[in-house]
């Protein structure tokens, strides 16, 4: 009965680590579909943060008061959006997603970020240095913003043992420069509940 | 009885011949880990990584491979290299979790080498901490604020079994400064706090920057009652003067003490013989410090060249893995797995 056992086991054991073997598989698919592998925050949760906050942005009475005083459309800088959640997140792909659908809506503009700023302005110079007086663009007549968004992503993370609740808030805040009123709040929150495997291969 | 087993049956002795050399391949390359290691210190780590990056790793210890590469990435003051590293390493330990058929059948058949490494419950909190400073250096407060928030999380779920399995002080006093660097007052006094607490459960002193850290968050907190504890458990500090800051320095000293193992022998009246019936981890002073700021995960490798580690490994004893006293004055209590 031992010998069996033993011979079962070590057949057995061969057999799964040659099973082990194997190599990669690459499947392309869909950008819009939604695949869970970790339950950590993922291109669908940065899609679906972008899109709800867009639509608010835009439904918001922020934007036609702004035409109404000043006959102009609203400048928009982005200002910081904080990472506070548990994990590494990538704020600059929901951020990008936000700004390229209000900027095509055509009813707001962006103006270049403090980062960017400073590449174009050395440009500017070098231009100032360089480029034929046709060509070249003055320094100090940059659009300034009107508005400022700032935000930030938080999440609660409850676990126990193999399981867990992920929720994640994320807060979007639209404050006027030349008054520090906010225009706009928009809020987007995602829960999931996540179990890890208790088994693996 | 394994011969007479084997005896007429040339499948089984290939398996068996198979597993063998599998086997044998971990044991060289825990000798090759254990013998970089013995040259931190002494040697320049871009050597040392051009030699771990020339051996080859079986695919369940690659957690200790992206462990010790991480840190001599560091030690090479290459931190996107070694935070790149430590970031693979914490996703194969979170993937590590679930038991595993395989290795656990190879495990209870052979050794205990067949189960992959995923580092002791210290080292996964001493891996966020790492990371957290790294971050920190790069100038990614938020960065750093991600992985003290997962090191909390983890801490929690490693208290499920006992209070202070993981439980490293360094790790909240880190997770303290990134608080305090970001104004979160509240979050910084209770990081110092349970930094205290831990080293008050060891029975460990705790240094004057805790000290000082939990009066002047606890003043910025408004917690009035507890400056006044504090006040009264160390003095009161001299506050710092108008143009005044403070400098924190944290230095890495030296590497873990390498463990060796010691087994005792009981007899075991059924089988009328002397058995192995179990292990001590023996810490062993460490005499390679040259390396006063940096210290390295050494999770394995220190046993490998030892005779009697390679005895116990062979006689597939459990609970032997990977566990290292920290040089900091905390321990997981754990078995190491």
Not at chain 2, 180 to 194: F, M, S, V
Not at chain 2, 199 to 223: E, T, V
Not at chain 2, 312 to 318: A, D, K
């Amino acid at each position: 009965m031992t010998k069996q056992w033993i011979q079962t086991g070590v057949v057995a054991l061969f057999a799964l680590s040659m099973a082990a073997c194997g190599g990669t598989k690459v499947q392309r698919i869909d950008t819009n579909e939604t695949v869970d592998l970790s339950g950590a925050w993922n291109d669908t949760d940065s899609r679906l943060v972008s899109e709800e906050m867009i639509s608010d942005a835009l439904a918001r009475p922020w934007v036609a008061d702004h035409v109404r005083k000043t006959g102009d459309r609203p400048a928009v800088i982005v200002g910081t959006v904080r990472n506070l959640s548990h994990e590494h997140i990538n704020v600059n792909t929901f951020v990008n997603d936000m700004e390229r659908s209000l900027i095509n809506s055509g009813r707001v503009d962006f103006v270049a970020s403090a980062q960017e700023r400073q590449e174009i302005r050395d440009e500017r110079v070098d231009q100032d240095l360089n480029a034929s007086a046709a060509t070249r663009n003055e320094a100090g007549q940059e659009l300034g913003a009107d508005y400022m968004l700032k935000g930030e992503i938080n999440t609660i993370v409850d676990r126990e043992g193999k399981q867990q609740v992920r929720y994640y808030q994320v807060d979007l805040t639209m404050i006027s420069l030349a008054d520090n009123r906010k225009v706009w709040i928009g809020q987007k929150k995602i829960k999931k509940y996540v179990k890890n495997a208790n088994l693996r291969f | 009885m394994i011969t007479a087993l084997l005896h007429g049956r040339p499948a089984l002795l290939g398996a068996l011949v198979l597993l063998s050399l599998s086997t044998s391949g971990c044991a060289v390359h825990q000798w090759k880990m254990n013998e970089l290691s013995r040259q931190v210190g002494y040697t320049d780590p871009a050597v040392l990584l051009q030699q771990l990056e020339q051996t080859e790793t079986p695919d369940r210890d690659q957690v200790q491979r992206w462990l010790n590469r991480g840190m001599l990435h560091l030690l090479n003051g290459d931190l996107a290299a070694a935070r790149s590293d430590w970031e693979q390493a914490k996703q194969r330990i979170e993937s590590l979790q679930a038991a595993s058929v395989t290795e656990n059948v190879g495990a209870a058949t052979v050794n205990e080498t067949f189960r992959a490494y995923d580092g002791t419950p210290s080292e996964r909190i001493l891996l966020h901490t790492l990371l957290a400073l790294s971050y920190l250096a790069d100038g990614d407060l938020d960065g750093a604020r991600v992985e003290v928030l997962q090191s909390d999380v983890m801490v929690r779920a490693l208290q499920e079994g006992e209070a202070l399995n993981g439980q490293l002080a360094i790790a909240r006093y880190v997770g303290g400064l990134v608080y305090e660097l970001g104004g979160e007052w509240d979050n910084a006094y209770i990081a110092y706090q349970k930094a205290f607490n831990i080293m008050q459960a060891r029975n460990q002193s705790p240094p004057s920057a805790l000290k000082l850290s939990l009066i002047r968050s606890a003043q910025r907190a408004g917690r009035r009652d507890e400056v006044e504890r504090w006040y009264k458990a160390f003095g009161t500090p001299s506050p710092l003067e108008s143009g005044e800051g403070e400098l924190v320095i944290i230095a890495m000293q030296g590497l873990v003490s390498a463990k060796t193992q010691a087994a005792a022998s009981v007899y075991a009246p059924g089988l009328q013989q002397y058995n192995f019936a179990g292990a001590a981890d023996v810490p062993r002073p460490a005499p390679w410090l040259r390396a006063p700021h940096y210290s390295i995960a050494r999770p394995r490798s220190a046993r490998c060249p030892d005779g009697v580690d390679r005895e116990h490994r062979s006689l597939g004893t459990r609970g032997l893995r990977g566990r290292e006293r920290q040089n900091y004055g905390s321990d997981d209590g754990s078995n190491g797995r």
